[in-house]
């Protein structure tokens, strides 16, 4: 780059506030009041982030009667779920592409279920009254560079041919008609699959409405070992114990109570920048008049849309691994990659070149190897396990909540017989291998998007074992 643009997009981020615009937010909830002493429960849920809340919810609306606790190390919505792009898909998968993939006898079914899953998301965000800027804007996935479109075309004509919902294709001129960047070469347009919200809001709202059906919610209260207790189990706290006929774990990126799930995910650190609000001028000048959710279709890619208040959400690309997995709250900010990424907002959108970053942050995430979600129980059925949402949390957590109630139940429904809900991805090897295979994959990665697309011999052999690992 040369050094004037570097320049300039180092001065763009000279005020950016180092925390998630979405949890900078006056109207955030006051914490409730930790545990202290034992309580007792018919379902005990552990996580106050999407997966945990939507869990508790719908245990409730299934069984008003039903005493539910839900315990959260510090504060609902504080992790991935306050700090992410705020794209609610329709999709369990991580795409269609990915679900047809692993589970092509099945993906027409997956893809109603997600599609329902969706439409209940926006019932409840209206039933209970939360507020949380939901607009069912669709997403634009765009390419940059020749390969992409070719992809994308070759992608809308399997569509067709399967039968499946097929997005709307766009060519050049059409797709800088919706938003105007000379980046653009075409795009697929999924009108009504992706939901734009406000992640926190999202969180805060479900934590109100938990509270208005019954749930007893104490943060500050981490989870700290888990084990049976009569017919049951007990999961002990800083000051106390809950005991409980079953248990949900919501904890997606962070190690599990069940030791033995661990291995199945790995923390993957993503960052955003937010800009600051755009003026009528600046918003004239890229279009974007139906905010939609946008991507590119790089392996490393970009996320990006508008917030009710008129900024530019710019996130995704650089996905970083620490070695050895460690959770580090000190990784949550990086700099290299917050210059990288504003540089990359430049190029994509010149015609902004005096806009300024108001936010800039990052954090951890949970991937699996199979890049969507992934469900077991333990100790006799008295325990529900789902995590490896891989960055698609926002929608698909409400999904594996009710897997996981239906799984607590004994139940077999038309969810328990999926076999994405049966099987599990491949754990990820111990250290040293796992850095080694990750930090390799991210090469060959970023080798492919230089390279028309070509996809090297390692990744052509992540792909027979049915690793997959994307930004």
């Known amino acids: 780059m040369a050094p004037d643009a570097l320049r300039r997009a180092a001065a763009s981020l000279s005020g950016a506030r180092p925390l998630s615009y979405w949890l900078d937010d006056p109207a955030k909830p006051e914490a409730l009041p930790a545990l202290t002493g034992d309580a007792v429960c018919d379902l005990l849920v552990v996580g106050g982030g999407y997966s945990g809340l939507w869990t508790a919810l719908l245990a409730k609306e299934r069984d008003p009667g039903r005493e539910v606790v839900l315990i959260e190390a510090r504060e609902a919505g504080w992790a991935a779920s306050g700090r992410n792009g705020g794209f609610c898909a329709a999709s369990l998968t991580h795409g269609t592409a990915n679900g047809l993939e692993r589970w092509p006898g099945e993906i027409a079914k997956l893809e109603e279920l997600g599609a329902a899953n969706l439409d209940a998301i926006e019932a409840a965000v209206a039933r209970h009254g939360i507020d949380c800027d939901f607009e069912r804007t669709g997403e634009i996935a765009v390419a940059t560079r020749p390969h992409e479109l070719a992809d994308l075309r070759a992608w809308h004509r399997r569509t067709e041919e ?3 919902a097929t997005p709307e294709f766009l060519d050049r001129e059409q797709v800088r008609a919706e938003v105007d960047s000379p980046a653009f070469l075409g795009g697929l347009f999924d009108r009504r699959g992706v939901a734009m919200l406000h992640p926190a809001k999202l969180a805060w709202g479900l934590k109100r409405a938990c509270l208005r059906l019954g749930v007893r919610v104490h943060e500050h209260t981490p989870g700290l070992e888990l ?13 106390g114990r809950v005991f409980a006929r079953r248990a949900a774990l919501g904890t997606n990126v962070f190690p599990s109570l069940v030791a033995r799930l661990r291995p199945y995910t790995v ?6 920048l937010m800009t600051e609000p755009l003026s009528a001028g600046q918003l004239a000048s890229i279009g974007w008049r139906n905010r939609q959710g946008m991507s590119d279709g790089a392996h490393q890619f970009h996320y990006f849309r508008l917030s009710s208040d008129h900024r530019i959400l710019w996130g995704g690309y650089d996905a970083v691994y620490p070695y050895g997995g460690r959770l580090d709250s000190a990784l949550d900010q990086r700099p290299e990659t917050f210059l990288k990424l504003a540089q990359h907002f430049f190029e994509f959108f010149p015609q902004l ?3 300024r970053f108001s936010h800039a942050w990052g954090g951890a995430i949970d991937t699996c190897s199979r890049f969507s979600a992934f469900f077991a129980t333990a100790y006799g059925g008295r325990v529900a396990h789902a995590a490896g949402y891989t960055g698609l949390g926002v929608g698909a957590t409400r999904f594996g909540a009710e897997v996981m109630l239906d799984l607590l139940a004994g139940e077999r429904t038309e969810r328990t017989g999926l076999r994405m809900v049966r099987s599990r991805p491949l754990p990820f090897p111990p250290e040293p291998f796992a850095w080694a295979g990750i930090s390799l994959t991210k090469r060959s990665m970023a080798r492919a998007d230089s390279h028309g697309g070509h996809r090297d011999p390692w990744l052509r052999a992540m792909d027979r074992l049915g690793f997959g690992f994307d930004s």
């Open 162 to 164: 399967l039968g499946l």
């Open 227 to 239: 084990a049976r207790s009569g017919a049951g189990i007990a999961v002990r706290t800083p000051y």
């Open 353 to 355: 070149s005096d806009v």
């Open 267 to 272: 923390p993957v650190y993503d960052y955003a």
